[in-house]
């Protein structure tokens, strides 16, 4: 369902709720007593000697745990040559350490009824597992050895960069909206590693030596870099005891070199054309925006959901339901360590008109930088923020993740529970303050999938026509 | 943003898979992790069920954890209910269900849903509609007001309609453009059932949907839409008692459906190779399914037909997945699934590889069946399988979505609490030799398949014929499957 499909991006821009805080005595009232923050109360968190923070949310409800283990390294923390390494490492990092060897990391997982996978962003890596609570040790001596004793083979390396490519391929090479989003985020930003694509270039994901890899789990694999999430069926004191057995001994590392590249404001609008076989053209926007720990970060959540979320949001009526020249459109804000992208998609029909579609959107995005948006526009994206806040309190995954966003990108997991009334605490005016700011022409990249036609389709074409 | 993961595979909709490695010192004993997991075992919730006048079948279940209220409403019909050559007819009355009704037109319809932070909409199914939505407990009125109004009262206002219809269409060419992960089973299906009903594209196709009126769904609501096919079951943070008077009056006057349910034929497996070669010119890698008829939802062996596809392709260190990814890095990933339905569905493996490794991967495909039906899974593996089933099964029924899909789930296919209740007894108790007959029935023999592959036609023409005879068209062709291709 549609909602359900938003949620990954909601997610995200949830990450930027914690900073806006005008707190309501009436709301966090509101947030006290009902019963996810009445369950968040349960959650107690504690910091190893070597660095790394245990944070526990007990859930007795069903039988089951999720663990996530969040490390502040992603591609922005690359450059030319290593492109797409911190994805490629988390790919590494199942592939066989001191006491499970090759293969036994999965195996060994799954056979105590635990399922795993991760994840690799701009800003960070996390890694996921999802088991039954009689799995708990075997999980924790699972990642203690990984993450001491990662063994680095050469031939592993060569084998994954296969299953890498495959994953390139998948997503960007034969997927055009991948593509265009790709070579729209390279043009956005021409200082800051943002500018880097997770997956990686080409060729330096042919090119990665051993000792890249090897200095890279140096350098980020350390405890001190990590932050640990258990949520589900487990008590804290049993968390807290495994971490002290199993990841304590593992040793601190210096702090990695921190990146201070700051991306220049742009000074005018970037296009960029793709050319490609598709049956359709495609337009993506991308507006220099916020850090996911910004004072505005609400009110440009809230702004781009009354843009682009449900069929009664701005853009969807006017692209999609009233013009006809798109029959989808999309919004997205990222909410990084650094300023990051504000996004709008736009799909359009086979011979679609991408000049008009850019002029339409260049009004719309005009009238929220002049004039307030209406009282039922905000209330109405105000209800879905908060709707969809509750519906990751639903799951231990939504749980551990929910809680390590804000753990990460702001600092203290509590401002997960102050979310709510911070979204509250925006106002019109401030919705159109930050759309004023974001949506500037000079501050977009503008990027335009041209469809062509296969040669030999326009001969087939010509012969039918004969 | 995009997450890059570790992993992208399984189109598993039952189950799933297998390493074969032999065990070793890290491996735990089976039979004492079996019991720690199957002691976690989930039961379904009490329900209060009714049944309305009309035949209508209301099970609700009242949860408090968070304030959401979650429902999920199956119609019996869906896509059975195309008549011929109208392929997509129940996807795009599915579509106008949700463009105005009663009161409200499209907009204000659309705006009283997201306006308090609410989702509604309705899928087409193979055999049902399903309408799912999810709102805060607080607006559980409004909820069902827009439910009954969009069942029983939709407009189908014609100018909704046309532009509706325009947008479907679009979206099928649109879509060709994009990761054909997903495209490719419509294209499997359409090919492996032919005329069956099973064949037909859930959302139509170009050439199927462009022509339809609105007498079309007209005809369409009046046979299959009717307080007679529904089954709604709703979980929550509610009052069972009165929301049970709530929609009793909201839905107990519905009419029924003009037709009786449509019926599915029988489906069975084929005999003999056929292989569908789909030609995107500007591939720089092949996605392929094999397989065959597998199983029905209701069959007696659905756990061990399960256990069979996790250790195949379900999970992953599954054998698909350990071939094909992890040994030679040849794919992102490998995977295989049982789609059921009332008539047994498809059972196919599934990846993709650069063009240039197109045989090999397949080669490897088929080496694998071979072997697995051969041999089955040793007895480490068999119980690995069923902890991996036994542990992941509790995380299906976390949310009150979930629940409710589960409970209409259920209802439709005539199964009814134990079907979950005994599920992690039935996979402790799993017999070696009972899963052995379950794989060597499920798993395609050899010389019975069916082949699938979007790829660069050009370049793996000549492969593709290695597989059996080979039916070409294009991807941007306006169907999923060749004329020549009905049964």
Same mark, same amino acid.
């Given at each position: 369902?549609?909602?359900?499909?938003?949620?990954?991006?909601?997610?995200?821009?949830?990450?930027?709720?914690?900073?806006?805080?005008?707190?309501?005595?009436?709301?966090?009232?509101?947030?006290?007593?009902?019963?996810?923050?009445?369950?968040?109360?349960?959650?107690?968190?504690?910091?190893?000697?070597?660095?790394?923070?245990?944070?526990?949310?007990?859930?007795?409800?069903?039988?089951?745990?999720?663990?996530?283990?969040?490390?502040?390294?992603?591609?922005?923390?690359?450059?030319?040559?290593?492109?797409?390494?911190?994805?490629?490492?988390?790919?590494?990092?199942?592939?066989?350490?001191?006491?499970?060897?090759?293969?036994?990391?999965?195996?060994?997982?799954?056979?105590?009824?635990?399922?795993?996978?991760?994840?690799?962003?701009?800003?960070?890596?996390?890694?996921?597992?999802?088991?039954?609570?009689?799995?708990?040790?075997?999980?924790?001596?699972?990642?203690?050895?990984?993450?001491?004793?990662?063994?680095?083979?050469?031939?592993?390396?060569?084998?994954?960069?296969?299953?890498?490519?495959?994953?390139?391929?998948?997503?960007?090479?034969?997927?055009?909206?991948?593509?265009?989003?790709?070579?729209?985020?390279?043009?956005?930003?021409?200082?800051?590693?943002?500018?880097?694509?997770?997956?990686?270039?080409?060729?330096?994901?042919?090119?990665?030596?051993?000792?890249?890899?090897?200095?890279?789990?140096?350098?980020?694999?350390?405890?001190?870099?990590?932050?640990?999430?258990?949520?589900?069926?487990?008590?804290?004191?049993?968390?807290?005891?495994?971490?002290?057995?199993?990841?304590?001994?593992?040793?601190?590392?210096?702090?990695?070199?921190?990146?201070?590249?700051?991306?220049?404001?742009?000074?005018?609008?970037?296009?960029?054309?793709?050319?490609?076989?598709?049956?359709?053209?495609?337009?993506?926007?991308?507006?220099?925006?916020?850090?996911?720990?910004?004072?505005?970060?609400?009110?440009?959540?809230?702004?781009?959901?009354?843009?682009?979320?449900?069929?009664?949001?701005?853009?969807?009526?006017?692209?999609?339901?009233?013009?006809?020249?798109?029959?989808?459109?999309?919004?997205?804000?990222?909410?990084?360590?650094?300023?990051?992208?504000?996004?709008?998609?736009?799909?359009?029909?086979?011979?679609?008109?991408?000049?008009?579609?850019?002029?339409?959107?260049?009004?719309?995005?005009?009238?929220?930088?002049?004039?307030?948006?209406?009282?039922?526009?905000?209330?109405?994206?105000?209800?879905?923020?908060?709707?969809?806040?509750?519906?990751?309190?639903?799951?231990?995954?939504?749980?551990?993740?929910?809680?390590?966003?804000?753990?990460?990108?702001?600092?203290?997991?509590?401002?997960?529970?102050?979310?709510?009334?911070?979204?509250?605490?925006?106002?019109?005016?401030?919705?159109?303050?930050?759309?004023?700011?974001?949506?500037?022409?000079?501050?977009?990249?503008?990027?335009?999938?041209?469809?062509?036609?296969?040669?030999?389709?326009?001969?087939?074409?010509?012969?039918?026509?004969? | 943003?995009?997450?890059?993961?570790?992993?992208?595979?399984?189109?598993?909709?039952?189950?799933?898979?297998?390493?074969?490695? #032999?065990?070793?010192?890290?491996?735990?004993?089976?039979?004492?992790?079996?019991?720690?997991?199957?002691?976690?075992?989930?039961?379904?919730?009490?329900?209060?069920?009714?049944?309305?006048?009309?035949?209508?079948?209301?099970?609700?279940?009242?949860?408090?954890?968070?304030?959401?209220?979650?429902?999920?409403?199956?119609?019996?019909?869906?896509?059975?209910?195309?008549?011929?050559?109208?392929?997509?007819?129940?996807?795009?009355?599915?579509?106008?269900? #949700?463009?105005?009704?009663?009161?409200?037109?499209?907009?204000?319809?659309?705006?009283?849903?997201?306006?308090?932070?609410?989702?509604?909409?309705?899928?087409?199914?193979?055999?049902?509609?399903?309408?799912?939505?999810?709102?805060?407990?607080?607006?559980?009125?409004?909820?069902?007001?827009?439910?009954?109004?969009?069942?029983?009262?939709?407009?189908?206002?014609?100018?909704?309609?046309?532009?509706?219809?325009?947008?479907?269409?679009?979206?099928?060419?649109?879509?060709?453009?994009?990761?054909?992960?997903?495209?490719?089973?419509?294209?499997?299906?359409?090919?492996?059932?032919?005329?069956?009903?099973?064949?037909?594209?859930?959302?139509?196709?170009?050439?199927?949907?462009?022509?339809?009126?609105?007498?079309?769904?007209?005809?369409?609501?009046?046979?299959?839409?009717?307080?007679?096919?529904?089954? =709604?079951?709703?979980?929550?943070?509610?009052?069972?008692?009165?929301?049970?008077?709530?929609?009793?009056?909201?839905?107990?006057?519905?009419?029924?459906?003009?037709?009786?349910?449509?019926?599915?034929?029988?489906?069975?497996?084929?005999?003999?190779?056929?292989?569908?070669?789909?030609?995107?010119?500007?591939?720089?890698?092949?996605?392929?399914?094999?397989?065959?008829?597998?199983?029905?939802?209701?069959?007696?062996?659905?756990?061990?037909?399960?256990? $069979?596809?996790?250790?195949?392709?379900?999970?992953?260190?599954?054998?698909?997945?350990?071939?094909?990814?992890?040994?030679?890095?040849?794919?992102?990933?490998?995977?295989?699934?049982?789609? $059921?339905?009332?008539?047994?569905?498809?059972?196919?493996?599934?990846?993709?590889?650069?063009?240039?490794?197109?045989?090999?991967?397949?080669? =490897?495909?088929?080496?694998?069946?071979?072997?697995?039906?051969?041999?089955?899974?040793?007895?480490?593996?068999?119980?690995?399988?069923?902890?991996?089933?036994?542990?992941?099964?509790?995380?299906?029924?976390?949310?009150?979505?979930?629940?409710?899909?589960?409970?209409?789930?259920?209802?439709?296919?005539?199964?009814?609490?134990?079907?979950?209740?005994?599920?992690?007894?039935?996979?402790?108790?799993?017999?070696?030799?009972?899963?052995?007959?379950?794989? #060597?029935?499920?798993?395609?023999?050899?010389?019975?398949?069916?082949?699938?592959?979007?790829?660069?036609?050009?370049?793996?023409?000549?492969?593709?014929?290695?597989?059996?005879?080979? $039916?070409?068209?294009?991807?941007?062709?306006?169907?999923?499957?060749?004329?020549?291709?009905?049964?």
């Amino acid at each position: 369902m549609l909602r359900q499909k938003l949620y990954i991006t909601g997610l995200f821009l949830l990450a930027g709720t914690s900073a806006c805080a005008q707190g309501r005595a009436a709301a966090a009232e509101t947030a006290v007593t009902t019963p996810a923050a009445k369950a968040g109360a349960r959650i107690q968190e504690r910091v190893l000697k070597n660095g790394l923070k245990v944070i526990v949310w007990p859930v007795p409800a069903n039988p089951s745990v999720s663990l996530y283990n969040w490390f502040r390294v992603g591609s922005r923390n690359e450059r030319p040559g290593i492109t797409g390494l911190s994805h490629f490492f988390e790919h590494m990092m199942f592939n066989g350490a001191k006491k499970y060897g090759p293969g036994e990391f999965d195996r060994v997982m799954e056979a105590h009824g635990g399922r795993n996978n991760a994840y690799t962003s701009e800003d960070v890596t996390v890694y996921q597992d999802w088991f039954p609570r009689s799995a708990l040790e075997t999980i924790f001596d699972l990642e203690a050895d990984r993450l001491a004793n990662l063994s680095i083979d050469p031939k592993v390396v060569e084998s994954e960069r296969g299953v890498v490519y495959s994953e390139r391929r998948s997503s960007v090479d034969n997927d055009n909206s991948g593509l265009l989003m790709e070579q729209v985020q390279a043009t956005a930003f021409v200082a800051h590693p943002y500018q880097i694509p997770v997956i990686g270039w080409p060729s330096d994901i042919e090119g990665w030596t051993q000792q890249d890899l090897e200095r890279y789990f140096r350098t980020y694999y350390a405890p001190n870099n990590a932050t640990l999430l258990v949520v589900g069926a487990v008590t804290p004191s049993d968390v807290f005891a495994l971490a002290e057995k199993y990841l304590e001994p593992i040793p601190a590392q210096p702090a990695p070199e921190p990146v201070h590249t700051v991306e220049p404001v742009q000074q005018g609008e970037r296009r960029v054309v793709v050319r490609k076989l598709a049956q359709a053209p495609l337009v993506h926007m991308a507006f220099h925006g916020l850090r996911g720990r910004d004072a505005e970060a609400p009110a440009l959540d809230l702004l781009v959901r009354i843009l682009t979320e449900g069929d009664s949001s701005r853009l969807h009526r006017r692209l999609v339901e009233e013009e006809r020249v798109a029959i989808r459109v999309q919004g997205s804000r990222g909410a990084g360590f650094d300023p990051s992208l504000t996004w709008v998609f736009v799909d359009l029909p086979p011979g679609g008109d991408p000049a008009r579609v850019e002029a339409l959107l260049d009004e719309e995005l005009a009238r929220v930088s002049t004039t307030e948006v209406t009282d039922a526009e905000l209330r109405k994206a105000k209800n879905i923020a908060v709707a969809d806040f509750w519906r990751y309190l639903e799951t231990n995954s939504g749980r551990a993740q929910a809680l390590g966003t804000y753990e990460v990108f702001h600092g203290d997991w509590k401002e997960l529970f102050r979310a709510p009334e911070r979204y509250e605490a925006v106002t019109r005016e401030q919705v159109r303050q930050v759309a004023a700011k974001v949506f500037g022409r000079d501050n977009r990249t503008v990027g335009v999938l041209v469809p062509e036609t296969a040669s030999s389709e326009a001969e087939q074409m010509q012969e039918a026509a004969r | 943003m995009k997450g890059w993961t570790k992993t992208a595979l399984v189109l598993g909709l039952t189950a799933s898979m297998a390493g074969a490695q #032999q065990p070793s010192a890290a491996a735990p004993k089976p039979q004492t992790v079996q019991r720690d997991a199957a002691r976690d075992s989930v039961k379904l919730p009490k329900a209060r069920v009714l049944t309305l006048k009309n035949g209508a079948l209301v099970q609700l279940v009242e949860d408090h954890d968070v304030p959401l209220v979650s429902f999920s409403a199956r119609l019996r019909g869906g896509a059975l209910g195309d008549p011929q050559g109208k392929e997509g007819l129940a996807a795009l009355t599915a579509e106008l269900l #949700q463009k105005g009704a009663g009161a409200r037109d499209a907009h204000q319809f659309a705006e009283a849903v997201d306006s308090v932070g609410g989702s509604l909409a309705v899928y087409p199914g193979r055999e049902s509609l399903d309408v799912m939505g999810q709102f805060m407990s607080r607006d559980t009125a409004l909820m069902v007001e827009l439910l009954a109004d969009l069942l029983q009262r939709p407009r189908f206002d014609p100018a909704e309609l046309e532009k509706t219809r325009a947008r479907m269409v679009s979206e099928l060419a649109a879509e060709k453009d994009g990761d054909l992960r997903g495209l490719i089973g419509t294209y499997f299906q359409a090919f492996h059932f032919g005329a069956h009903p099973y064949g037909r594209p859930l959302g139509g196709c170009e050439a199927s949907l462009a022509p339809l009126q609105r007498e079309d769904v007209l005809a369409y609501a009046r046979a299959h839409l009717g307080g007679d096919r529904l089954i =709604l079951s709703v979980v929550g943070d509610f009052d069972a008692k009165q929301l049970a008077t709530r929609l009793e009056k909201a839905l107990g006057g519905w009419a029924r459906a003009a037709s009786p349910a449509p019926v599915a034929p029988p489906t069975q497996p084929l005999k003999g190779r056929r292989v569908l070669l789909v030609d995107k010119p500007d591939a720089t890698q092949t996605y392929f399914w094999v397989g065959n008829t597998g199983i029905s939802r209701t069959d007696p062996s659905l756990v061990d037909v399960s256990l $069979t596809n996790t250790a195949l392709g379900g999970r992953f260190t599954s054998l698909l997945n350990t071939a094909l990814r992890i040994k030679s890095g040849l794919t992102y990933g490998a995977g295989s699934a049982v789609i $059921t339905t009332t008539q047994p569905g498809v059972f196919a493996v599934s990846s993709y590889t650069k063009t240039e490794s197109t045989t090999q991967a397949l080669d =490897l495909v088929l080496e694998i069946l071979a072997g697995y039906r051969q041999q089955g899974m040793d007895a480490a593996t068999l119980a690995s399988t069923q902890e991996y089933m036994l542990g992941q099964f509790p995380p299906t029924l976390e949310t009150s979505l979930q629940l409710a899909t589960k409970f209409s789930e259920l209802a439709f296919y005539g199964l009814d609490a134990r079907d979950v209740d005994d599920f992690s007894t039935r996979v402790s108790s799993a017999e070696p030799a009972r899963v052995l007959a379950a794989l #060597q029935r499920v798993v395609p023999a050899s010389e019975d398949l069916t082949l699938v592959l979007i790829g660069k036609a050009a370049d793996i023409r000549e492969a593709a014929r290695k597989y059996g005879p080979v $039916t070409e068209m294009r991807l941007s062709d306006p169907f999923f499957a060749p004329p020549q291709a009905g049964r």
